[in-house]
T-cell receptor, first 112, second 114 residues
Framework: KQEVTQIPAALSVPEGENLVLNCSFT??????LQWFRQDPGKGLTSLLL?????REQTSGRLNASLDKSSGRSTLYIAASQPGDSATYLC???????????FGTGTRLQVML | NAGVMQNPRHLVRRRGQEARLRCSPM?????VYWYRQLPEEGLKFMVY????????ESGMPKERFSAEFPKEGPSILRIQQVVRGDSAAYFC????????????FGEGSWLTVV
């Protein structure tokens, strides 16, 4: 059974700092891995999708890496801003259907 | 192109009542998924449907919960005889045919059972 763990559970940083969020999964036979952002009382927004054959994806100030053999992914956020404050969720897909297994998230607060 | 639409956004039910949550997928999307987020827990897969078919219901509780995606109209997640433990956020997501990588989530329906 696939299990996804995210650490830290919460993180508070000053504006401008670079930060790394971690995600680990127990079954390396994944189809892809996604990072999502969730704002309070809102749905999920997909940030980055990494296919199992890829090592990383970049979008603006975000960079996600994937090491499938060790069951790990990181989300790097450069030059953090208060608008980045949200919960970040990591999810993996095992198989071809979009059945995602989510971690419990990292709650990020970027302070002015 | 409207996103995934869920309604109601907030629903309060007394124990024993029924809750019906609706989801209209994005235009052109024929695959619908329901996820549940319990307080202080991650999102858990419940069910995957295509038009008129349940593809995977491995995450659905065995009793009181059912889902459908009829040929016409929205997908419905139905919870009968609700209990306090059903209080959660229920998220719907949709994806186009033949592209399971592209998934969009709705803003959720928050169910509170009193």
């Amino acid at each position: 059974k696939q299990e996804v763990t995210q650490i830290p559970a919460a993180l508070s940083v000053p504006e401008g700092e670079n930060l790394v969020l971690n995600c680990s999964f127990t079954d390396s036979a994944i189809y892809n891995l996604q990072w999502f952002r969730q704002d309070p009382g809102k749905g999920l927004t997909s940030l980055l999708l990494i296919q199992s054959s890829q090592r990383e994806q970049t979008s603006g100030r975000l960079n996600a890496s994937l090491d499938k053999s060790s069951g790990r992914s990181t989300l790097y956020i450069a030059a953090s801003q208060p608008g980045d404050s949200a919960t970040y969720l990591c999810a993996v897909t095992t198989g071809t259907a979009s059945k995602l297994t989510f971690g419990t998230g990292t709650r990020l607060q970027v302070m002015l | 192109n409207a996103g995934v639409m869920q309604n109601p956004r907030h629903l309060v039910r007394r124990r024993g009542q029924e809750a019906r949550l609706r989801c209209s997928p994005m235009k052109g999307h024929s695959h619908v998924y329901w996820y549940r987020q319990l307080p202080e827990e991650g999102l858990k897969f419940m069910v995957y449907l295509q038009k008129e078919n349940i593809i995977d219901e491995s995450g659905m509780p065995k009793e009181r919960f059912s889902a459908e995606f009829p040929k016409e109209g929205p997908s419905i997640l139905r919870i009968q005889q609700v209990v306090r433990g059903d209080s959660a956020a229920y998220f719907c997501a949709s994806s186009p045919p033949r592209d399971g990588n592209t998934i969009y989530f709705g803003e959720g329906s928050w169910l509170t059972v009193v």
